[in-house]
């Protein structure tokens, strides 16, 4: 039986396998990034791996920089020969379970876009269909190398055999998969919006959502507005109720009542008021807007869910904005639900 202690890997053959051959055939696992040379030449820390990647890399993106540092840390230095590693190939469609045989090396002839290896057994190849939602979820991780954590105790018992095949309708893995898809687009737009739109660009953005719900809009120039930013209507010149006066807030943070109330002041009888925020509201400000039938508080997570609802009667510019492509997840129906 093994070892609960002992350390899983999952690891990548590149976005379409293209080092499926290398892993399979020749025994061994690897990963790309040869324009850094031989990692044991970098000194054993983060650090120094980082400084490594800046060098060699200076277009990539301030982000990524930790991402393959890390991963080429990991790979050169904390794992370790008996650790097990899980595979997830794109061509036979498979998951192969394997376990490390030895220490880093640098190989760029035997396969010149993946030299940093390590030799490994392959132990078993298990169907994807064996697995819950959730562990195929996990090893369907973005990058190249990563710790298998949260359902580590489903590949060991793929291992020993031991595994059997989830009924879907009772896979509880099903959920949290779907929700963390969901999460984590929420998590890119409030994210995207928050670092491109800051400011006034935010209030042409507001406008777009509120065009493609069929309203017009005429939004103040940069600068002094008087706390109204897009003025809103049905009809072409802005005359015939309903009026829609919108204030836009770009900041993350939670919008408290005196703001709330000010943009109320400035709200004539028959006319309606409209707070968006890329964060949330106080329950003061909430319950201040409760007691107006004629305000309305849209807070990130409700503007998120607009944009989903109305992203296809988007301009191109903003679809560029926000790259989003329509998926699939399943569904998960309450029990007697049919």
């Known amino acids: 039986m093994e070892n609960k202690e002992t350390t899983i890997w ?32 970098i000194a054993p820390d983060r650090e120094a791996f980082k400084a490594r990647v800046a060098e060699v890399f200076p277009d990539k993106k301030p982000g990524a920089i930790p991402s393959i540092a890390g991963q080429t840390f990991r790979f050169a230095h904390e794992m370790k020969p008996g650790d097990l590693v ?3 190939s794109k061509q036979d469609r498979k998951v192969h379970i394997g376990r490390i045989e030895g220490g880093y090396h640098f190989d760029s002839k035997l396969e010149p876009s993946y030299p940093h290896m390590r030799p490994a057994k392959w132990l078993r190849a298990v169907p994807r269909s064996k697995f819950t939602q959730g562990a195929l979820y996990e090893i369907g991780s973005a990058m190249s190398l990563f710790l298998v954590k949260n359902y580590a105790d489903e590949f060991r018992l793929a291992l020993e055999g031991r ?8 896979d509880e893995s099903v959920a949290a998969v779907a929700k963390d898809i969901e999460e984590t687009t929420r998590d890119f737009v409030l994210k995207r919006l928050a670092q491109e739109v800051k400011g006034h660009p935010f209030a042409d953005f507001v406008a777009q959502l509120l065009n ?21 209507h049905k009809d ?15 900041s993350e943070g939670s919008i408290g009542d005196p703001v709330v109330s000010a ?17 949330t509201f106080t329950a003061q400000a909430r319950n ?5 039938s004629n305000l309305r508080l849209i807070d990130g997570e409700e503007l998120v869910s607009l944009i989903f609802q ?8 903003y679809k560029g904005l926000l790259p989003l492509r329509r998926v699939y997840v399943p569904e998960v129906l309450d029990e007697g639900e049919e």
Not at 240 to 245: G, L, N, Q, S, T
Not at 263 to 279: N, P
């Open 288 to 292: 201040f807007a409760k007691s107006k």
């Open 163 to 170: 595994l059997d095949a989830p009924q879907v309708s009772k």
């Open 10 to 41: 999952g690891i990548h053959a590149g976005k379409t396998g293209d080092a499926d051959t290398l892993f399979l055939k020749k025994n061994r696992i690897a990963i790309g990034w040869s324009k850094l040379g031989d990692l044991s030449g």
């Open 212 to 232: 493609t719900m069929g309203y017009r809009t005429r939004i103040s120039s940069a600068g002094p507005d008087g706390g109204i930013d897009i003025v809103a």
């Open 236 to 250: 072409e010149l802005g005359f015939e109720p309903p009026i829609v006066k919108v204030q836009v807030k770009s």
């Open 86 to 88: 899980v595979y997830p």
């Open 310 to 317: 109305h992203y296809e009667q988007f301009d191109s510019p």
């Open 263 to 279: 943009l109320y002041g400035k709200v004539g009888e028959k006319e309606f008021g409209l707070l968006v925020t890329l964060g």
